[in-house]
Nanobody, 128 residues
Framework: QVQLVESGGGLLPAGGSLRLSCAAS????????MGWFRQAPGKEREFVAA????????YYQDSVKGRFTISRDNAKNTVYLQMNSLKPEDTAVYYC?????????????????????WGQGTQVTVSS
């Protein structure tokens, strides 16, 4: 069973950049496909980005394409979300999630029901 801890959130003005990190422990990180989700106040949690366990494949929500980049470092058991050109509508609690994907090194997953493990979240607030 893997434990996930997000970090890197904060308060910043629109147009700024932030890198979120999600450190995994308790499992073989390279066996997990990873994802980032977010939940804004009063809204449902939504998919942001996903990456396959071998880091070859990524997928993004349309609203973040070209601005956000998901990556992973299997040697450091960490997945990242680089966020550039941030907008006020990006304000949310950001969660990372993990799903065992031993049978496929290239699959990624975009539904929150696809994931088995979740971090506690980190707050990102973008001011206008």
């Amino acid at each position: 069973q893997v434990q996930l801890v997000e970090s890197g959130g904060g308060l910043l003005p629109a147009g700024g950049s932030l890198r979120l990190s999600c450190a995994a422990s308790g499992g073989a990180f390279s066996n997990y496909a990873m994802g980032w989700f977010r939940q804004a106040p009063g809204k449902e949690r939504e998919f942001v980005a996903a990456i396959s366990r071998r880091a070859g494949n990524t997928y993004y929500q349309d609203s973040v394409k070209g601005r956000f980049t998901i990556s992973r470092d299997n040697a450091k058991n960490t997945v990242y979300l680089q966020m550039n050109s941030l907008k006020p509508e990006d304000t949310a609690v950001y969660y990372c999630a993990a799903r065992p994907a031993i049978r496929s090194g290239v699959a990624y997953y975009i539904r929150d029901s696809d994931y088995d493990y979740w971090g506690q979240g980190t707050q990102v607030t973008v001011s206008s």
